[in-house]
């Protein structure tokens, strides 16, 4: 009976190796070594031979007037990301919701659906060419319509014009996942309960606040920390649209930390920085997972 | 419920047309576009191109072309790769009881956890450590290894969701553990493998910065990286460019469009479970 439990559990433990595998070395071993890289001196002249430097990287970028002021930036566009995009999908998916399951209904969604399947990079490259400042839409359209002296280099005049252009970027930010979510969220939605709130004569401003809206409760919570903890580490459209300029206006840490890792090999500093973030969004899951708990 | 007055209806319709508009035109542009010459595009910004110039698409196929491949192998393996992963653990998980399951559960929990940006730097080191520089396998391993933490946690539930009769009474009929997964699991939870498959491919089709990093050779280029370094160029024919970006848009478009449903079902009813 013994051997048979261990046999058995041998081949359990045959079937977890293959995920551990990757799990230890791709994911364990790396986020190992982020602690331990923090804590050297090492870029590309003495890869060799890193040096032990204790907590000077942490002093180092904790100091740099750079670092902090990516994080005002990144508040921009993390709150843009958790009041903006969200917003929208919630309209969007509840104004199809209110369409109903009929044929126009299903058309509504499927059309909202389909872009989510484009690539990302090309619609980021549409962007680019929209705010383009020789051949691009926004200054042709601008210039045809008599307003000459608004056209500008919109990603490189300034910080407003930079950040503003790419928080602007994927108008009108419905299609994506967190549409599908609430939609499916509305839909659930037991029509038997409305009933009694439109027999009680409830307006539909007050059935979207009072009855629909906190259905989607749940999603609007789960989706909430995904785009936080998202939106923290995301820097791919700063670096592709605006390399982080003009100056540093639209560097964000994670722009930062790419740029002192690769574009500087300045290894040990930038794994400083991923530690830092780790921490940061690791303390905001702790509190919003307090947070959930409380609620229920 | 109140039959909505048909006014109220039209106007919903209405605000709707119009954010699809704004939503679909960046796909319409995309096209147009992509027929014409710069100068045309100056002239006639929006119209349909007077005169097509389809030798774009052949210019940018011959660019695109080895893009396409390297992603929809990367894609592709990675995908497979991650379900086959996953189901193998998340199998043993739903079905057994044996020493440490919490804990090493545990740990893929965490992992889901942890933010990538933690381990960009020394994953990029730990790449070219092992020589991995320039080989697909750079990107389709370390996929695999964070695409099956949330595959596991999901597929674990769906299969835990499967009665315990149906796997007594097949024992009853001899089946061995290859054969109950195979014909009662794997039947039973398709529908959310597909989906789990297909958003894995979305998201490694998508990513940029990785294949940025690891796969920089023109030969070994991923089509998100390729697509980025036709603006780097010096004259730009946005005609090709934009041809280009329809061509990259295609695959993808082919592949959901027969499996958008189970996508969808998949997305949804995984969030709701988590």
Known sequence: MRLGLIRKNGLVYMCLLPGFFFIGLFLVYPAWEAFRMSFLDWNMRNYLHPEYVGFANYVQVLGDPVFRKSFAVLLVFVMWALVIFQGASIIGAYLIYLLGNGRIGAIAKAAFTVPMVVPGMVITLFWLFFYEPNYGMLNHILSSIGLESWTMVWLGQNQASAIGSILMKGFPWISGMGFLIYLAGFQAIDESVKEAAVMDGASRWKLFTKVDFPMILPQLRLTTILVLVGGIQQFSDQMIMTKGGPGYDTTVPGLFMYNNAFSYGQLGIGSAIGVILFLIIMLLTFLNMRFMREQS | ?274
């Open chain 2, 1 to 274: 419920m109140k039959a909505q007055s048909a006014r109220f209806r039209y106007a919903l319709i209405v605000v709707l047309a119009i954010l699809l508009f704004f939503t679909i035109f960046p796909l319409y542009f995309m096209l147009v576009s992509s027929l014409k010459t710069n100068f045309e595009l100056q002239t006639n910004f929006f119209g349909f191109p007077g005169d097509p110039q389809f030798e774009y698409y052949s210019e940018a196929f011959a660019k695109v072309k080895t893009y396409l491949l390297n992603s929809t192998y990367i894609s592709g393996t990675a995908a497979i790769g991650a379900v086959f992963v996953s189901c193998l653990s998340a199998y043993v998980y739903a079905r057994f009881r044996f020493p440490f399951k919490n804990l090493l559960f545990g740990i893929n929990l965490a992992f889901l956890m942890i933010p990538g940006v933690l381990m960009l730097v020394p994953q990029f080191v730990l790449v070219t450590k092992l020589g991995l520089m320039n080989s697909p396998w750079a990107a389709i391993l370390p996929y695999i290894a964070s695409g099956q933490l949330v595959i596991t946690f999901v597929l674990r539930t769906f299969f835990e969701e499967i009665p315990k009769e149906l796997f007594e009474s097949m024992r009853i009929d001899g089946s061995g553990e290859v054969r109950m997964f195979f014909q009662l699991c794997v039947p039973f939870a398709l529908p959310i493998i597909l989906s789990m498959a297909l958003l894995n491919i979305l998201n490694s089709w998508n990513d940029f910065i990785w294949p940025l990093l690891v796969l920089p050779d023109q030969k070994h280029m991923t089509l998100t990286v390729g697509l980025f370094r036709f603006m780097d160029q010096q004259q730009i024919l946005y005609g090709k460019m934009f041809a280009g970006m329809t061509l990259g848009t295609i695959p993808l478009m082919i592949l959901f469009g027969f499996t958008m449903k189970y996508f969808v079902q998949g997305m949804t009813s995984g969030a709701i479970k988590a």
